[in-house]
């Protein structure tokens, strides 16, 4: 099994642009994470889904945007990137609301 | 909402010693669950052990365990014999269990992070 799945590693992107972050699992989990990890600090949640079709913002989901249409893919929009979306965003999956998370490698995005 | 604090930014430990790394949290839950994850610099966050809050026994694997103290709200990770592939962050996390009835879904809070070198 490959578990969470993440690409791209890096970018970079220019204010203003947009992109895609793609995660994908291959374990069956119903619950998908995505979060961000900003220098010196811990992860904080962007947006969850608990199942296909279902979606609900964390703590910090403005500038994103998710959907989540099958149970193995999550993918992150970011919309009119800014400097401030510069960080590590991590994807991470679950069992089941209780189950400990699996995390993704992470893409490191730069935004200049 | 709950917090994670994690008081150490950094620590070392020379190798075969044992170090122990801080966490308390805030809450008003009485069941719930604590992990601590592990980031090397591969930055793969890497699960190292979990400790449900209803259980009194401390949780061990292998050289890591954790020091429970569910009335003081803390729980810290001892790492016994370091090792240098242990040279990592290390992370402190909460998570509140779900009930249906609430909707909604657990949601990791995670604390800023113990930078943790061994020394040869």
């Known amino acids: 099994n490959a578990g969470v799945t993440q690409t791209p590693k890096f970018r970079i992107l220019k204010i203003g642009q947009s992109m895609t972050l793609q995660c994908t699992q291959d374990m069956n989990h119903n619950y998908m994470y995505w979060y961000r990890q900003d220098p010196g600090m811990g992860l904080k949640l962007i947006y969850y889904?608990?199942?296909?079709?279902?979606?609900d913002k964390g703590e910090v989901p403005n500038g994103y945007n998710v959907s989540r249409s099958t149970t193995e893919d999550f993918p992150l929009r970011l919309e009119l990137a800014a400097p401030s979306q510069t960080s590590v965003y991590f994807c991470a999956s679950s069992r089941k609301g209780d189950s400990p998370l699996h995390f993704g490698n992470g893409t490191r995005l730069t935004v200049t | 909402a709950q917090t994670v604090t994690q008081s150490q930014p950094e620590m070392s430990v020379q190798e075969a010693e044992t170090v122990t790394l801080s966490c308390t949290y805030d809450t008003s839950e009485s069941n719930y669950y604590l992990f601590w994850y592990k980031q090397p610099p591969s930055r793969q966050m890497i699960l190292v052990i979990r400790q449900e809050a209803y259980k009194q026994q401390n949780a061990t694997e292998n050289r890591f365990s954790v020091n429970f103290q569910k009335a003081a709200k803390s729980f810290s990770l001892k790492i016994s014999d370091s090792q240098l592939g242990d040279t990592a962050m290390y992370f402190c996390?909460?998570?509140?269990?779900?009930?249906?009835?609430?909707?909604?879904?657990?949601?990791?809070?995670f604390g800023k992070g113990t930078k943790l070198t061994v020394n040869p």
């Open positions: 889904s608990v199942g296909a079709g279902i979606t």
């Open positions: 996390a909460f998570m509140k269990p779900n009930y249906p009835s609430q909707g909604g879904s657990e949601k990791l809070v």
